[in-house]
């Protein structure tokens, strides 16, 4: 059990090899994920009353760019950092104009300061401790800075972890609330929505799964193994999740017997002055 709604407890070298395996198929495979980016860019231009200048924006679990290449053609910026877990992430980042590519964990790195926007995509899902990590990038925003985000919420792999007993923590909107406003940010936009994604057959979904670096494993021991630790439910192993905020989307998947629902979304925009404001 989580001693709070804000810590996971994450295998992250098993998550950066995973991830780094699905780099070549994550592109194709992850059309929610470049759904909520999309969506994330246009409700930041809308809670800020149109700014699109961020001089300085840093980008967390950049991955292979789906958001970055959104930045890219709605915002204005001069400097541009991008971080990921995943080393070989950088490839798909060296001919970016004013971008520097930052290989580790956004929660261990130390954040470059005086930040203008910190956005971040399906990924906050991944933190071993969500508060610590807000308190952290609210620290590196300046006194306009944005914080714009996207997540999973609690229905995301809601039926596998039933089978398996053993799934992420999914931070509900109220606990992202929390969170936020503990953080010290004015919370400009935050809500959830659902989106459904339809599968054929149990592979399928687990061929999904495994192209955007999320891979269940079956054990013969019978037990089910998580990058967040082991749970003592038979039938499988499980390794999924994500989160999402600008203050947010938060998605979901859900499986309901040979087809999968894939998908709620929370959307949250905090600023430091406006979405996520920080103080």
């Known amino acids: 059990m989580n001693s709070s709604p804000s810590e996971n407890q994450i295998d992250k070298p098993l998550v950066r090899q995973r991830f780094a395996r699905s780099l070549d198929t994550y592109n194709e495979a992850a059309c929610v994920q470049r759904e909520m980016a999309h969506e994330l860019l246009r409700t930041l231009v809308e ?37 990921d877990i995943v080393p070989e992430c950088g490839r798909f980042h060296l001919k970016r104009k004013k971008a520097a590519f930052i290989a580790g964990d956004v929660e261990n790195v130390e954040l470059p300061g005086q930040n203008d926007l910190f956005a971040a995509n399906a990924v906050f899902q991944w933190a071993e401790n969500q508060q610590a990590l807000l308190d ?28 398996t007993g053993g799934r992420l923590h999914y931070a509900t909107m109220d606990e992202w609330r929390n969170m936020l406003q503990k953080a010290g940010f004015t919370i400009l936009k935050l809500y959830e929505k659902r989106q459904t994604m339809l599968f054929e057959t149990p592979l399928d979904i687990l061929r999904h799964l495994k192209a955007t670096g999320v891979k269940l494993d079956i054990e013969p021991d019978g037990n089910t193994y998580l990058p967040g630790g082991r749970t003592d439910a038979p039938g499988g192993n499980a390794t999924a999740g994500a989160n999402a905020g600008i203050g947010g989307p938060n998605c979901s998947i859900v499986c309901n017997l040979l087809k999968i629902n894939k998908l709620q979304h929370k959307y949250t925009i905090l600023p430091q002055p406006r979405i996520w404001r920080g103080r």
């Open 47 to 83: 809670a800020t009353q149109g700014r699109r200048l961020y001089p300085r924006i840093v980008e967390a679990g950049c991955g292979t760019g789906i958001l970055t290449e959104c930045m890219e053609k709605a915002l204005e910026y001069e400097e541009l950092r991008l971080i």
């Open 136 to 163: 952290k990038i609210k620290r590196s925003l300046n006194a306009r800075g944005v914080l714009a985000f996207t997540t999973f919420g609690p229905e995301n792999l809601r039926e596998i972890g039933e089978l």
